[in-house]
C-alpha cells in the first residue's frame, strides 16, 4: 500500500522514556540526511516524539522503525511505531482533538498526523497498534 | 534517577535554560522543582528558556502551560523566551497554541516584561 523503496533502515525498541528521546533523536538524524526543510524536520520530529509516547504509554512498549524512503523520484521519512498492547477500540474517537483515554491533552494522535504528510494507524483490540507516517521532502 | 534542569535566581526571578533533549521525567520534576523554588524564594517571576529546544510537543507544551498557570496562583509571573519560529509553527499546527504562556523573543525581552509588571504592581495604591 505504501509503495516506496526502502534505502536504508533502522529499529529503535520503546520501552523507557528514554527510548522516547533515542527514537525522536533518530528520526532528526534521518530527516537531516533526507534534506528535509527545517520546518519540516520539526514537525516530523515533533509528531514521532508524540507518536513514541503513545507506544510507551497506551501500548506498554514497542518499537519504531525508521527509514529512508523513494517514491516516484521523491525522497522522504517513514517511520512506523508498532506494539502489542490492547489496540484502540474507536479509531475515530482516538483521532479527535481533545479526546483523551489517559492523563494527556489528546493531541498525538490528532496532532501528529496534521504534521506529516502520509499517515496510516492500524488497531485491533488484543493485537496491538501500527502508527505508519512520511514526510516527503519538498 | 532522570537529570534534572538547574534553576537559577537572579533577584526576584528565577531562570531556567532548558539545554537538553528532555525525557517527560525530566520535564515533570521541571514543573514540581519551579513551584516550589517560587514558593521557597518568594521570586516574582519565572523565565524559561527555550531558545536550544529544537521541538516542543505537547508533553513540554503542557508543562509550560501547567507552570504559567501555578505561578500565577503563587503569585509570580512566567515567561517563556526564545522560541525558535519552526517550533511555534509546529505548536500551532500540533493544536496548541499555548494562550496562557507571555512569551518574549529574548532573555533580555523576558527579563523586561517582569520587570515592567514589578514596576506596576508596586506602584499600585
Redesign the interface.
Known sequence: MTGHEVEQEETVPITS??D??RA??TV?TYAQQCGLS??D???L??AA??LA?NTLVYGGGGRMRCAAVRRAGRVGVHAVFEDRGPGIPDLDLALT?GWTSGG??G??L???R??VDDFDLHSEPATGTRVSVTKWKR | MSDRVPILRIGQVLLVSIQIDLEDQTVLDLQDDLAERIVATGAGGVVIDITALEIVDSFVGRMLANTAAISRMLDAETVVVGMRPAVAITLVELGLSLGGVRTALTLDKGLALLERDRTARTARP
Open positions: 522514556n528514554d522516547v528521546v525522536r533523536q532528526r527545517l520546518v524536520q520539526t514537525k520530529v515533533t516524539s508524540e509516547r482533538d494527556g491533552l493531541l498525538g490528532s496532532g501528529a496534521r504534521l
